[in-house]
Every structure is written in C-alpha cells, then in structure tokens.
C-alpha cells in the first residue's frame, strides 16, 4: 500500500525536475510564475495564498510565495532554491537529463561496462531502484518537493496553529539573489500579512558516499565563504636574462603552493573538522606568446569558515603570502649564485590589500576606476573576472611598479551562520529533536545533526550571521557595486533539513527516493507541528 504523501512528494519531484531551469535561463526566470499556477491548481492547496518576491535584477527573476493559515501569527519559514547547474555536460544524454525514469535507463545502459569505482557504485545504485536520477532533482527540486507535500498534508489538519510559509528561490548556485532578495522582503511580508516569522528550514541536499546516515542530517548552521584574489606583479624580463626580472608566475606559483590546504586557515569549530583552502583559478596577464616572463598573475581561492571573520581571513592569508614570497626570494638568491658565482638581490615583495591601494589613489583615478567599474557590471562577466579587471587597472593607475602582491576578494560572501541560543533557536532545535525521535519510531530512520551545512548555501542569507564585516569585504572588492548587496540578512534561527544522494552537478546525480519521498516529508510534517506548537 502506498503512502499518499509520499506520492505527491514524488509527483512535485518529477514535475520540478522536468521544468528546466538552469541559473541565468528563461526557464529559470520562468519557473516562479509556473510553480505559482501549479499551487494555485491543486485542490488540497485551494485556501493558500499565492504571490511572487521580485529580486529586482536584470534577469526579472523572482520567488515564488505560498502561505497557509492556521490560528495566530507565528509562522515557519520553508525554503529552497529552484535553479540548476546546466545540464550540458550530459553529453549525448541532455534531451532525457530533466526525466528522471527515461535518465535512469539510459544512465544504466551508459553504464554496462563501468570504468570506475564511482561509476561502479552509480549503476548499483541505479539498479537497486532506490536512486533516481535527474538534474536537479537531487540539488535540490526534491527538497521543494517535499515542502509542497508537507504543505498539502498540513492544510487539511484541523486547528492547526501557526501558519506555513513556503518560498521557492532562484540563483543559488550564483550569487543567491533570489534569498537576499527574500531577506530583504521578510519584514514587509510579515507587516502586511500579520505574520512573525519564528524560524527557516532549508532543503538543500547533502552528498553521502556510503550509507546514508551522514545525508539523514539536520544541519543546525553553514559555512561561509571567501573568494580571496590576489593580483601578483612581477618584474618582466627576457628569457635570456632571467636574473634581470622576477618572474610573476613564480611569484604566484609560490603562493599557490603555500596556500593549498593551508592548516591556518582550516576553520574548524565545535567539534566539525574545517575545510581548507584551495585555488580556484590561476591566469597570467599575457595575452599573446612571447618570451618575455609575465608581468601580472591573478588567482583566486575559496576560503570556507565556520566562524571566522573577513579581517582575521585575510590576516592570515597575507601572512601566508608574505611568507611564500620571502622564501621564494631566498631560494631564487641561492639559485642565481650556485650559477653564477654571485647573488644580485631579490628586490622585496610588498603585500598590499585593495583598500590601502584605492585609499592611496587620487580622486581622479578613483572616479575613472568608478566608470571602468560600472561598464564592466554592464557587460555579463563574472564577479572574478571584474574585479580582476578593476585590480590591474587600480594598480596601473597607481603608477606603481613590481614586485607587489595586492590581495583583496573577489565575489559575494557567504556568511557563516550557527543557530544561535535566544529562546526561538532553542524552540526550533527542540522541536527538530522531537521530530526526529518521531521518525525514529515511526519510520525505523535516523536523523542525525550537523554543526554545519558542508558547503554554501542560502543559510548565509537567511540564519544567524553577523554581517558586521561586510564593510571590510566591501572595501576590498573592486566590484562590490555589482553585487547588490548592502549586507542584509534574515537573522532567522535557521536550519538545513533536505535529501541526501550522491554525485550533485555530476551526470550521475541522483536522489535517495526511499528518503526524499518518504522520510523527509513525513519529518518535515512533524518538525512543523513541533514548531508550531
């Protein structure tokens, strides 16, 4: 016999799924107002009230808002995002990747003769008939999923007490314009509607190799991110006359090497192991061969926290920088003197931040900085790549020669968020802890905790995060004008509850059905009778 809900959970799955909405697409901007119609025609949610959060960026993205009423104001906050990473990387697959049952015989035929051990393990999985797979199905349209089942459950219980907030987001596999823009929403929805908002749980998923009980998790907080740049100049110099230059590769090469998992910056708290640092992107500025040394070299690094401020990130990254670049100098002496006989000094390296670079320019290079800035925001390149440009044309600017390191960040920061110990964090947390001693009875399932989410997500906008550094990030990225942002979050005791599977923004992505289906809406259903009293 079949559990009702967990079939419409299954039923909002699919059909999400089916809805291509990769971030930046027409499909994405078209998703709010079709999830909007879909809601508006289901019998079960005939009394919600429906309407759309714009987020006010070029695009016309918006959210989709569904709220259901019971008796007083406290309300519960259920969220997710409903973009997708493309699914081009499906290859000769991408016209079935958004159809999960047609995917999964296909993947499985791909997969006859498996040439890995991840490729090995996808096919049992596929094959066991407990994964399904499906771009974005599993990060995170399932998560959605089972909201809008809880939802329909929840509008049929009689005296129900408190209210459901439900909102669907764009874009957080960007820049999360789509929570921000929800955070900034949330004190005008709760004067015009009535409502106090006591809480959020999002559903974004979680990745479990093995059995599943790292997936079966709340996560009670997320880590935050740092996009660290540093723009190297070097001293050019030709091929043949190495000792006359100092090679901004080198340089770079250096500092990449002293910063890859660098423990210092491997934030750890609580008991969670932290998440070192790594390089994201490495570029010269040469844009033709020659045999001339690089003069400039950009590189850019995801630094995670789980606590740590911007200030004391960048203290211990310019420590790092300075360190890599003295011993480089060192190194490079002794080389030129088991050559050469002698040692011409290595000129020193200074290392600068962005804002003590912008602070030392005249108003007219700033002003022409601002216009560079603002043609560059109009043009669709990534954050990195603008503050890139806005880092090269500073430091021209300044007049200025090498060698310099000039480190500084170079996209929007994700804030790490904990739920916190005021008397509404504490009510969730309990009821989560109810809830799971329920679904341990009902459903022979473990739901453990997670001190933190494992990787970016919309918590950063929506929990407990402190955004008191935000000035400082903002002084020291070229191209905060383009993101948007003055630094607003919820500040809502706030919490991660979604499905698990495996391989996310992989051709084998795939959901665990048993859990996502079943278990998780039926948790969900009783954290919100928990929370709500």
């Not at 400039?296 to 670049?325: C, H, K, P």
């Amino acid at each position: 016999m079949t559990d009702p809900m967990s079939d419409r959970a299954r039923d909002w799955a699919l059909w999400l799924t089916r809805q291509r909405s990769v971030t930046g697409t027409e499909g994405e901007v078209a998703l709010a107002g079709l999830l909007a119609k879909r809601v508006a025609a289901t019998p079960a949610l005939a009394a919600a009230e429906i309407w759309s959060v714009p987020c006010g960026d070029a695009l016309g993205r918006s959210c989709c808002a569904v709220l259901l009423r019971g008796e007083g104001p406290e309300t519960l906050l259920l969220t997710g995002h409903y973009d997708t990473v493309t699914d081009e990387d499906y290859g000769d697959l991408q016209p079935v990747a958004t159809e999960p049952e047609a995917l999964r015989g296909a993947l499985l035929r791909r997969l006859a003769e498996p040439a890995t051990s991840a490729e090995r393990l996808a096919r049992a999985d596929l094959e066991s008939g407990d994964f399904l797979p499906g771009r974005g199905l599993l990060d995170m349209k399932a998560g959605l999923a089972a909201a809008l089942a809880t939802l329909e459950v929840w509008a049929a219980l009689p005296g129900r007490r408190g209210n459901l907030l439900f909102v669907a987001v764009p874009d957080e596999e960007v820049t999360s314009v789509g929570a921000r823009a929800l955070a900034a929403a949330l004190p005008r929805i709760e004067a015009e509607k009535d409502l106090s908002v006591i809480g959020a749980v999002n559903l974004d998923c979680v990745s479990d190799e093995g059995d599943g009980s790292h997936g079966r998790t709340v996560a009670l907080g997320s880590v935050g991110k740092l996009l660290v740049t540093a723009l190297v100049v070097g001293v050019p110099a030709h091929a043949s006359h190495p000792y006359e230059g100092l090679n901004a590769g080198a340089l770079a090469a250096a500092i990449v090497t002293r910063a890859e998992w660098a423990t210092e910056l491997a934030d750890g708290q609580e008991g969670a192991a932290g998440i070192p640092p790594v390089l994201l992107s490495l570029r010269d500025g040469k844009e033709r061969y020659d045999v001339t040394t690089p003069g400039t070299v950009f590189a850019t690094w995801n630094v995670l926290s789980q606590g740590r401020g911007a200030a004391d990130t960048m203290a211990a990254f310019r420590a790092i920088v300075r360190e890599a670049v003295g011993d480089l100098a060192r190194t490079l002496g002794a080389r030129q003197a088991a050559v050469t006989g002698e040692c011409r000094a290595v000129p020193a390296v200074p290392v600068a931040l962005q804002a003590e670079l912008a602070a030392s320019l005249p108003a007219e290079a700033r002003a022409r900085l601002d216009d560079l800035g603002r043609e560059l925001a109009g043009q669709g390149l990534s954050l990195p790549d603008q503050n890139r440009r806005l880092a090269e044309e500073a430091w021209r600017l300044s007049g200025r020669q090498g060698p310099a390191v000039l480190l500084g960040f170079g996209s929007l920061p994700y804030l790490p968020v904990r739920l916190g110990r005021g008397e509404r964090a504490r009510r969730l947390e309990t009821a989560i802890d109810r809830a799971r001693a329920a679904i341990a009875d009902s459903h022979g399932t473990r739901i453990g905790t997670l001190a933190f989410f494992p990787g970016i997500s919309d918590l950063s906008f929506l929990g407990e995060g402190s955004a008191s550094d935000v000035p400082e990030i903002a002084a020291n990225t070229p191209a905060w004008r383009g993101m948007d942002w003055d630094g607003t979050v919820a500040g809502l005791p706030a919490v991660n509850a979604g499905p698990w599977g495996r391989a996310f923004h992989t051709p084998l992505e795939r959901v665990h059905a048993p859990y996502a289906f079943g278990v998780l809406p039926a948790f969900l259903l009783r954290l919100v009778r928990e929370a709500l009293g």
